[in-house]
């Protein structure tokens, strides 16, 4: 029997009392916790790619791709079917296991744009990665109709706790985002949903957003913890750099609440040496975003990847093991 148990009714006096744990304690709770779930030795390979750029009409604080900031992202159409496989090919063969592709929409219409990327989705599928995209808003229907595609994933990050929230996006609620959660869930695609630190939040702001993540009816299959990337033009360019503790006591709580979820440990590896990111990942995060860009902003190169995990002892996570596994069962 495991000694710690998948729960869905955390309070926040309880997660404080986790996040507040000291550090070097927490950590080791966590890496508990990661060990009886997860193959520690084990990293999920993500690639991000932007299949249209810019022009959105959002008003994300955080974000380059934002219209009516001038962060100099010149706005791209969407990308073409072959263009995209060819990058999703090249990913693989690089050693990633899942392919994300993101649009710089508010919300997923239906017309040719939405049926080029469902044909994207079916190609990428083919090639045998699991596929991932992040569009914005979607309704039951077109959230189904990805599913159908062959879509594995759905990313739909809730950037950081309800309170907070009206701060940084006053071009649509809270609400909104967990209803696009609901209508994936519905679907039967699997949950990608995390955040952002460092967006002038307080402490009580990130265990509010955990605490949302946590108390799900389904905990997120994968959370994302990101580290605002300060771009130059947008309104939050001025605010510190993360401090690396914060990212750890991040992850490590999230690993503790969510013990059978992917962490991710996303935007800001940039800024971090080596030896933080094996931190991170002893504190609980089992993914990464692999390649030079995540969207629009800079990320470490495959090759750097790779020599990390060499020296690490870490090796790429296989596509689609938790269907293999459950096959397994089965028969």
């Not at 080791?28 to 999920?44: I, L, N, S």
């Not at 089992?286 to 390649?291: H, T, V, Y």
């Not at 790779?306 to 293999?324: H, I, S, T, V, W």
Request: hydrophobic share 40%; proline share 3%; with cysteine.
């Amino acid at each position: 029997m495991q000694s710690v148990q998948i729960r869905h009714n955390w309070t926040i006096e309880e997660i404080k009392e986790v996040y507040n744990t000291p550090l070097l304690e927490l950590i080791y709770r966590a890496a508990t916790a990661h060990r009886e779930y997860q193959d520690t030795a084990e990293v999920q390979v993500c690639t991000l790619l932007s299949i249209k750029t810019g022009g959105c009409s959002e008003d994300c604080a955080y974000c380059p791709q934002a219209a009516r900031y001038n962060t100099g992202v010149n706005v791209q159409a969407l990308m073409k079917k072959d263009e995209v496989l060819a990058y999703a090919q090249k990913a693989k063969d690089a050693g990633s296991t899942r392919f994300c592709m993101g649009a710089a929409w508010r919300e997923v219409r239906d017309n040719r744009d939405f049926d080029r990327v469902l044909d994207m989705v079916k190609g990428v599928n083919e090639i045998g990665m699991e596929v991932c995209c992040t569009l914005g808003m979607l309704t039951e229907d077109q959230a189904q109709k990805l599913a159908d595609a062959g879509l594995y994933s759905y990313n739909h990050n809730l950037d950081t706790s309800d309170e907070f929230y009206g701060e940084i996006i006053t071009t649509r609620t809270y609400d909104d985002r967990l209803k696009t959660l609901d209508n994936v869930r519905k679907a039967g695609v699997t949950v990608c949903c995390g955040g952002i630190i460092g967006l002038g939040e307080s402490h009580e702001d990130r265990i509010g957003m955990l605490k949302t993540l946590a108390t799900l009816p389904k905990h997120p299959d994968s959370v994302p913890i990101n580290a605002l990337v300060r771009v130059e033009g947008t309104p939050l360019s001025h605010l510190p750099k993360v401090e690396f503790w914060d990212m750890v006591r991040m992850i490590a709580t999230a690993r503790i609440l969510m013990p059978a979820t992917m962490v991710r440990l996303s935007a800001g590896r940039t800024e971090m040496s080596l030896s933080e990111q094996a931190l991170c990942f002893m504190a609980g995060a089992n993914s990464i975003f692999a390649g030079e860009k995540l969207l629009t902003t800079p990320n470490p190169s495959f090759d750097e990847d790779n020599m990390m995990f060499q020296l690490l002892g870490l090796k790429p996570r296989e596509a689609f093991k938790d269907e293999k596994a459950a096959m397994s069962v089965e028969y």
